[in-house]
């Protein structure tokens, strides 16, 4: 790996990315899939996609994964 | 798009036996004879049936009276829970402590009980009820995090610092030689290639450390458009690169 890796990796962009509006329409239907071991990544490929490049939509799906898995309660 | 006219969503009753089966049944009753402009709206219901959970949840929101004030209260409880943790994890990495947390939190959870009772006909029954209700709340703590933000910025929006650059994708400085003339080129095509808004927005997320939600609201904009602006700049900056030879031409990544 060299040294600007991480640059490179930022650059990237994927076709099948939906952008922040529809993954974040298909949230929580999403997160259930993950919080239930379904394949989540092959339904939605898109929002998996998207849900890798975008820090904001990423942040989110985190935050509403651990809700959905009872770390709020 | 919405049909020609109101009408009540499919509410498919809980097995015999349930409980939650005379619930819900008195809620569709209820709802039969309730004036049009009180009923769930008209949204195209896609999902074949509820949980009995969220039936309860749909049937009790769309009432008025003791049973509405008492989901009322219960969805904000739950919105609060939800902002409080979301607002503790996120709080280290913003740099946010304290009654200004829960204030934060607070404002979340009121207002993503406004959009939840606001948007009752968006649901489509596709997940449970309170899952598509605590990703308001999420929603809103990530937007009030970004408005957060403009009140103590570290960085002027019109700056545009390259030597942030290293730092900011992990470039030792001691190995300088190799990637000086990567950075160049990247600040070449920076310059000359993006579009003033790509620019704009690229310094604003990649030099400059604004967070995308705080851009968005600094720009009136709103997040999936400023995403697309960086995506688009990141596509043609990559592809500048990999035409002068800095980095390699292969798929994208996948995992």
């Not at chain 2, 209820?30 to 309860?56: I, Q, Y």
């Not at chain 2, 989901?71 to 943790?85: C, D, F, I, Q, S």
């Not at chain 2, 390259?162 to 030689?177: C, I, M, N, S």
Request: glycine content about 8%; aromatic content about 6%.
């Amino acid at each position: 790996m060299n040294d600007w890796q991480a640059l490179d990796d930022f650059l990237r962009t994927d076709p099948r990315d939906v952008g922040c509006d529809q993954a974040m329409e298909m949230l929580h239907v999403y997160v259930e899939l993950v919080a239930a071991g379904d394949p989540a990544e092959q339904r939605y490929p898109g929002i998996a996609a998207h849900l890798r490049a975008c820090g904001p939509c990423g942040e989110d799906f985190e935050g509403l994964l651990a809700a959905v898995r009872g770390e709020a309660d | 798009m919405p049909g020609p006219g109101p009408r009540l969503r499919p509410v498919v009753l809980p097995a015999r036996g349930d409980p939650a089966r005379d619930q819900v049944a008195r809620t569709v009753c209820s709802m039969a004879t309730m004036p049009v402009n009180r009923m769930v709206d008209e949204t195209p219901v896609t999902a074949t049936g509820l949980d009995s959970e969220s039936a309860w949840w749909l049937g009790a929101l769309a009432e008025t009276g003791p049973r509405r004030e008492a989901a009322l209260r219960r969805l904000h409880e739950l919105l609060m829970r939800v902002a409080r943790a979301e607002v503790a994890r996120r709080g280290p990495r913003v740099r946010i402590t304290g009654p200004e947390l829960d204030d934060l939190a607070c404002q979340a959870a009121a207002d993503a009980l406004m959009a939840v009772t606001g948007k009752l006909g968006q649901f489509r029954g596709e997940s449970r009820f309170t899952t598509w209700a605590c990703k308001f709340a999420i929603f809103e703590v990530s937007a009030k995090i970004g408005r957060h933000f403009w009140r103590h910025p570290a960085v002027p929006l019109d700056a545009e610092d390259w030597d942030r650059l290293p730092d900011r994708f992990g470039l030792d400085p001691a190995q300088e030689a190799e990637w000086r003339d990567l950075a160049a080129a990247l600040r070449r095509a920076v310059d000359d290639e993006l579009t003033p808004r790509q620019r704009e927005v690229f310094v604003a997320i990649v030099l400059n450390g604004v967070p995308l939600d705080a851009l968005v609201l600094e720009l009136g904009s709103n997040r999936n458009a400023i995403y697309k602006v960086l995506f688009d700049a990141r596509r043609k900056l990559r592809s500048v690169l990999v035409a002068s030879g800095y980095l390699r031409d292969d798929s994208p990544r996948n995992s």
